[in-house]
């Protein structure tokens, strides 16, 4: 199974490197070594700065990533301050929307996932699902 994980400057170290732990664990418990192939999928080629400083490699851009990607992960970051690479990964996204067969995001990765929703227009009961997913509705009060 391939999983695709975005990667972009000021993207969150811990949710990219966590998600592949994750997957690493889950394919050696079920003894499946090579059960995860992993893409690490960048706005552009070259080596991509975290938020803390830690480098990342892409395996690929967002113009050549592979079209068998079966989960597209999302994780938390710094908001991308270029208005056209934002709108570039914003319109990748909603095509990404129909590929792949789960986009999921981490943390803050989910004020992606609703960009790309409002760009696509894609109406009131998805947007009204992410809230749900959002949303914590506590049993009482919380007090500050």
């Known amino acids: 199974m391939r999983i ?3 990667i972009f400057a000021g993207v969150h ?5 966590g998600a592949l732990d994750v997957f690493y664990r889950a394919a050696q418990l079920a003894h499946q070594p090579a059960a995860y192939q992993f ?11 975290a938020s803390n400083g830690m480098l ?3 395996t690929c851009t ?3 990533a592979p079209h ?7 994780p938390g970051g710094m908001p991308l ?3 056209a690479a934002r709108q570039r990964l914003i319109h990748w996204l909603v095509q990404q929307t129909a590929a792949v067969r789960r986009l999921r995001s981490i943390s803050s990765g989910t004020l992606l996932r609703a960009l790309s929703m409002v760009e696509e227009d894609l109406g009131a009961q998805i947007a009204s699902q992410t809230a749900r997913e959002l949303m914590i509705i ?3 009060p919380i007090r500050v």
């Open 81 to 83: 301050h270029e208005k």
């Open 62 to 64: 967002i113009d050549a």
């Open 4 to 6: 695709g994980i975005l």
């Open 13 to 17: 170290a811990l949710e990219v490197g």
């Open 68 to 74: 068998d990607i079966d989960t597209l992960l999302l």
């Open 138 to 140: 506590p049993e009482r």
């Open 56 to 58: 990342f490699q892409p």
């Open 39 to 49: 893409e690490l999928i960048g706005l552009q080629q070259g080596p991509v700065r």
